[in-house]
């Protein structure tokens, strides 16, 4: 019987917890869990570690004063709740460090479950639980109570003997959380320790000789070198070294009777020089049967395998020299798994890459080897076939990927800052890229003229675009690619704007997220999705009812974003929005799969409608006149000027992008160049293809794109003809007395501002009360934000932003406040004797002690021994810097302000107190 309380109120949760009088019973731990990787997840869509209680008893037992501990004192860690627990019955408590503080103070969580306040160790340690009168109920683990190592998703409990007595602990490797426990005979008394390969997985140029080793005494090693998962009775008996010359795949486990096996390690050893010769001999020369007709193949033909990397591109005398470097200028990953879940023709995902779903999901490790061959990760996932046409092999033999991170597999996540140390750094799930529209590989492209415009940096170049504009499209970055030892290409792991992503990035729980694409529910329900669209179709439009539902600046830079790229595969496809389901939340979109970006000079998307999605919002917004404006205002500060989409930003954005791509296309190329089917000759070649397409963003695309669209929009009425204002200053800092101007592009424009934020016009076009008639150049002596349109007759400019920062004297940290930051830079210029004038505050001239006074007494209207900066000298100041305890340690310089350093000489010593007293100010 398996109990789990479910509502807010534990009076209200089960049956059992009525009022009553109820007679003793027999609570038990009988089971835990203390590395919990994705296996039972409590109502904050965690794995926390687990407690299970028992009752063992012939009656209902109380749980009210007892409590439990991690203590081996016995200090009283958790009290339970009044939980009646009947005979027989199992609770589980998560041993979480109790529950989350926005959820607080309730005591269960949303699928009502309790939470204890500590977390278990998996290194082992004392657990008990303490009746109400603080006597020891139940004491788990050997006879001190204290529970041995522990192994991850394996739980730890007692057996049941053949009469329900549960007198043997053991390691289970099926855990049964707030079920019976297994038989006893079906315990694991130790789990083997892991095995440790000598030689760690990398890029290698010269043989080495592995040993693989378990510190378990009579384990028995067994490994595997074609990628299939060692198990006692398939794979080979470890005997020695093993000599490693070419690109090997080892997998290693350890095994030993009545023991708990260990995982799988995965070692992939990669030889560079094998790239150069690579030609997949002994794999299967085919990859099943073509799904679907084309001009290449009839339905039910083979799909001829391609393993080869080209020797016309790896002996071309431009790359011969530099491709094993450029094998090394990106990341590696290396994607292992059994060659039968991959090639086979019945059950292998690349054979079928058209199958979809949770049935043609196969295990697989990733590993992540840095460009210096160092070893970063290796985690074991579920993999899939990733796409929509690119899944069809007539259409290419480069897949993409996408890697499922789950406790069956053996992490609940993947736990690395994957895409730099400023990011998220745990997945659920990755997509590798294979960049399938306008590549090297494509079959129906690739041959052709349009496989010249192949850049492999259009998506990024979209999401690096749109985080500019502060929106959250998905991170990415490159890598070389390795599948089962064979160089596959460049790819691109990004991350899915699914729930996942939006909590991870946004806060909340997954649960909470409503995500829609091209495909419809992609997560969460379509209530505030359905609502939006009826509030679209309906006439009048009620603009603003729009504008609470959907972040209006977030969408359109996300259809300028688009539209300026020419996305002829979108609106209709190709698009992603959220929506948390809280009180003011509002629908997000975020750039995805921008592969048809700059394919055509002139292609106008601003004319694209659709029927659902992004163009559905569209079409009926251009109905109003608040929303054209806003549009309006949005090109001005994207397209225009030096904005996030202005020519020089975005030649930029691509250099960022293509320069640590240099090396690694000459990798693609060779792999993929020859297209699919080896239908182009000679091969497409970075300085060929890859280099002058490039160079045509550069010189045609980019200069000329920016006016192109401009026109699109005006014929659209999105831009207005009356023109911005054109400032002399363009915003930043400035020094105080700096005159500024404003001009208008007719004489008989009128230009209005405000200062405080607000826009110079009103909803419906009339005058603000708040606006300023512009007469005349303007004197700024502090730090100013105008919001400045131009009026002609009744048509109003776009919006401009214009801020305007003079320092302020002693706000050295530039936060706009006078802190102890500020007085602790002061003090280190002192010292250090700078002749950075901007701390010559006294303006003499000099940096000196002089100008540290000035800020205390002058600028910040204190005095010396004001310690915490209040504004007074009194005893907090002595308690707060003696409690620092930096006085008269002899340590050099090392007090500031806060710790007693108060007439700047780096130290706090007698001085100190002798100046602040002698101010006369201490209260």
């Not at 027999?26 to 209680?53: C, K, Q, T, Y």
């Not at 083979?302 to 005398?317: H, I, K, L, Q, R």
Request: hydrophobic content about 35%.
């Amino acid at each position: 019987m398996r109990w789990r309380l479910s509502s807010v109120r534990a009076c209200r949760l089960i049956e059992t917890l009525e009022p009553r009088c109820v007679l003793a019973g027999n609570p038990i731990i009988s089971e835990i869990m203390a590395v919990n990787e994705g296996g039972l997840h409590d109502g904050f869509e965690r794995s926390p570690d687990w407690i299970e209680l028992y009752n063992a008893g012939d009656e209902t037992a109380s749980l009210s004063g007892y409590a439990l501990t991690d203590d081996p004192s016995h200090i009283d860690r958790w009290t339970l709740p009044d939980v009646a627990l009947p005979a027989g019955a199992y609770l589980v408590v998560f041993a979480s460090d109790g529950i989350p503080v926005e959820f607080a103070p309730d005591t269960l969580d949303p699928l009502g479950y309790l939470h204890a306040s500590f977390k278990l160790s998996g290194d082992g340690d004392y657990l008990a639980l303490l009746s109400p009168t603080g006597q020891v109920a139940s004491q788990f683990g050997t006879g001190d109570g204290v529970y041995p190592e522990q192994v991850v998703n394996v739980s730890y409990g007692f057996g049941l003997n053949g009469d329900g007595s549960m007198t043997v602990l053991g390691y289970q490797m099926d855990p049964s959380p707030g079920a019976a426990n297994i038989a006893v005979d079906q315990l694991k008394s130790d789990f083997v320790r892991d095995t440790k390969m000598s030689v760690n997985r990398g890029l290698l140029d010269a043989p080495v000789d592995v040993e693989i080793k378990s510190a378990t005494t009579g384990a028995s090693i067994r490994y595997t070198l074609d990628g299939t998962a060692p198990t006692l009775v398939h794979g080979f008996d470890y005997q020695g070294p093993i000599h490693i010359t070419s690109t090997t795949l080892l997998r290693a486990a350890a095994f030993h009777e009545g023991y708990v096996p260990t995982n799988i390690d995965t070692h992939s050893y990669l030889f560079l020089n094998d790239v150069l010769t690579q030609d997949g001999a002994g794999l299967p020369t085919t990859w099943g049967t073509f799904p679907f007709g084309s001009t290449e193949a009839a339905i039910g033909s083979p799909v001829p395998a391609n393993y080869e990397v080209d020797p016309e591109v790896v002996n071309d005398p431009r790359y011969r020299d530099e491709i094993l470097a450029d094998l090394k200028t990106l990341p590696t990953m290396s994607l292992v798994m059994d060659p039968d879940d991959l090639w086979g023709e019945q059950s292998g995902i690349y054979a079928n890459p058209t199958k979809e779903g949770d049935a043609w999901e196969r295990p697989g490790s990733l590993e992540l080897i840095a460009q210096s061959g160092i070893s970063k990760l290796q985690v074991d996932a579920g993999v899939r076939i990733h796409g929509g046409f690119g899944r069809r092999p007539s259409a290419t033999a480069k897949h993409s990927f996408r890697l499922f991170f789950r406790g069956e597999y053996g992490d609940a996540k993947l736990d690395y800052p994957l895409f730099g140390d400023d990011q998220v750094d745990e997945f659920n799930t990755l997509v590798l890229r294979a960049n399938y529209n306008y590549s090297w590989a494509r079959g129906d492209r690739g041959g052709t003229q349009t496989g010249r415009d192949y850049t492999m940096i259009t998506d990024r170049w979209g999401s690096v675009a749109q985080a500019e504009m502060g929106g959250l499209p998905p991170n990415g970055n490159f890598v070389h690619l390795y599948v089962n030892g064979l160089y596959w290409g460049v790819y691109n792991p990004v991350e899915r704007p699914d729930a996942d992503f939006q909590a991870s990035h946004q806060g909340g729980l997954s649960g909470e997220y409503d995500v829609r694409s091209h495909n419809g529910i992609v997560d969460g329900t379509s209530a505030a999705w359905n609502e939006l669209r009826s509030l679209l179709r309906a006439r009048p439009l009620d603009y603003e009812a729009i504008a609470e539902r959907v972040d209006l600046d977030n969408y359109i830079d996300y259809m300028i974003l688009n539209q300026f790229g020419g996305n002829e595969d979108w609106p209709q496809n190709n698009w992603y929005a959220s929506r948390r389901r809280i009180e003011g939340a509002k629908w997000q979109f975020h750039s995805w799969d921008t592969e048809f970006f700059f394919i055509n000079l002139t292609s106008d998307r601003v004319n694209t409608i659709d029927s659902s999605g992004p163009g559905e919002l569209f079409t009926n917004l251009l109905t109003s006149d608040e929303f054209r404006l806003r549009f309006a205002d949005r090109i001005q500060l994207r397209m225009l000027g030096d904005g996030v989409l202005s020519p020089a930003r975005n030649i930029a954005r691509l250099d960022g992008l293509a320069t640590p791509l240099n090396g690694a296309v000459v990798g693609e190329s060779a792999r993929w160049g020859d297209a699919w089917m080896n239908q182009v000759s000679p091969a497409r070649t970075r300085d060929d293809d890859w280099l002058p397409k490039l160079d045509k963003l550069r010189s045609t695309y980019f200069p000329q794109r920016n006016a192109i669209v401009m026109r699109q929009y005006v014929r659209r009425g999105l831009f207005p003809a009356t023109q911005a204002v054109t400032l002399s200053h363009s915003g930043g800092p400035l020094d105080a007395g700096t005159v500024i101007s404003f001009s208008a592009a007719e004489p008989n424009d009128v230009i209005y501002y405000t200062i405080d934020g607000s826009d110079p016009r009103l909803v419906g076009g009339a005058l603000s009360p708040s606006a300023v008639l512009y007469s005349g150049p303007l004197t700024i002596e502090a730090s100013l934000a105008f919001q400045i349109r131009v009026l002609r007759g009744t048509e109003w400019s776009p919006l401009i932003a214009a801020n305007y920062e003079v320092p302020t004297a002693g706000d050295f940290d530039g936060n706009n406040r006078w802190t102890v930051s500020d007085l602790d830079r002061l003090c280190a210029a002192v010292l250090d004797r700078s002749t950075d004038l901007q701390y010559d505050l006294n303006q003499d001239a000099k940096v000196n002690v002089d100008d540290h006074r000035y800020w205390v007494e002058q600028i910040k209207q204190s005095t010396l021994g004001d310690a915490n900066l209040d504004g007074v000298f009194n005893s907090s100041d002595l308690v707060l810097v003696f409690q620092a305890g930096l006085y008269e340690d002899a340590l050099d310089r090392n007090s500031t302000w806060a710790t007693g350093d108060w007439n700047c000489d780096g130290e706090f010593t007698t001085s100190d107190l002798v100046a602040a007293f002698q101010t006369g100010a201490y209260q």
